[in-house]
C-alpha cells in the first residue's frame, strides 16, 4: 500500500515527524491527496485548496510541493474534510472529500470524525487499523471547475512603517499596522540586544 510516493509506513513516519503525532486525519489527509493526484486533469503546474485548516492542509504540504508559504496552498475556511488539486490556469481540477454516506462500515471512523465519542473514549489503535483498512473506500471525488482568483493568496501590495512600533506592514490596513491597532496576541514585549541570548521566561 502506497500513499503517493510513499509506503504506508514511511508516511506515518513522515506525518509524525512533520506533524507531532499520528493525527487520524492526516492519515485520511494522505489518503485525500493520493486519490487526487491519481485523479489530476492534464497539466503541468497545480494549486491545492483545503477546505479546513485542520490536519489536512499537513497532508498537502507533506505530498505535494503545495505549501501556505509559497502560496500555492490556499485555505478555504469552509469546515469540510476536503481538498482540490486544480490546474493553475484552467482552473480544472478534481476535489476529493471524506464521504460520510462511506462511514458506517468503520464505526470507529464515524464515531471519530462524528465526534460521537470524547477522545478518552475512542479505541485508538482500533480506529488507525480502520483507517488503514478502508484507505479510498472512505473517499468519494468529484471534477470541479475553480475560479483561482476567489481562493489565491493576496498580493501584498505596497508596503509602509507602521509609526507606532516602526516595523514595515501593508500600507491598505491603514495609518497604522494592525498588531498596533490592537490586533495583537501579544501581552509582554521586551527587547533584547544580544543576538544569541535566550529570552528570559
Not at 493525527?23 to 497539466?43: C, E, H, Q, S
Not at 471524506?98 to 470507529?108: I, N, Q, R
Not at 470541479?144 to 501590495?157: L, Y
Request: aromatic share 8%.
Amino acid at each position: 500500500m502506497n500513499i503517493c510516493t510513499y509506503s504506508y509506513e514511511e508516511y506515518l513516519h513522515l506525518v509524525k515527524s512533520f506533524h507531532g503525532n499520528l493525527a487520524p486525519g492526516l492519515i485520511i489527509g494522505g489518503f485525500i491527496v493520493d486519490l487526487a493526484m491519481k485523479n489530476l486533469p492534464a497539466g503541468d503546474f497545480f494549486d491545492a485548496v483545503c477546505e479546513t485548516p485542520v490536519c489536512l492542509p499537513d497532508a498537502v504540504q507533506i505530498l505535494t510541493p503545495c505549501t501556505i508559504g509559497n502560496g500555492w496552498l490556499s485555505i478555504a475556511p469552509f469546515g469540510r474534510f476536503a481538498v482540490t488539486l486544480y490546474e493553475k490556469y484552467s482552473g480544472k481540477g478534481v476535489r476529493v472529500f471524506l464521504d460520510t454516506e462511506k462511514l458506517e462500515a468503520w464505526p470507529e471512523v464515524r464515531d471519530w470524525y462524528l465526534k460521537k465519542k470524547k477522545k478518552k473514549e475512542q479505541n485508538s489503535d482500533l480506529l488507525l487499523a480502520q483507517i488503514k483498512e478502508a484507505g479510498h473506500q472512505l473517499l468519494s471525488v468529484q471534477k470541479v471547475q475553480v475560479e483561482p482568483e476567489k481562493v489565491r493568496r493576496k498580493k501584498m501590495g505596497p508596503v509602509g512603517i507602521c509609526p507606532v512600533c516602526g516595523e514595515a506592514y501593508p500600507s491598505k490596513d491603514g495609518e497604522k499596522c494592525r498588531n498596533c491597532r490592537g490586533e495583537t496576541p501579544y501581552t509582554d514585549v521586551v527587547s533584547i540586544n544580544a543576538t544569541n541570548q535566550k529570552v528570559a521566561g
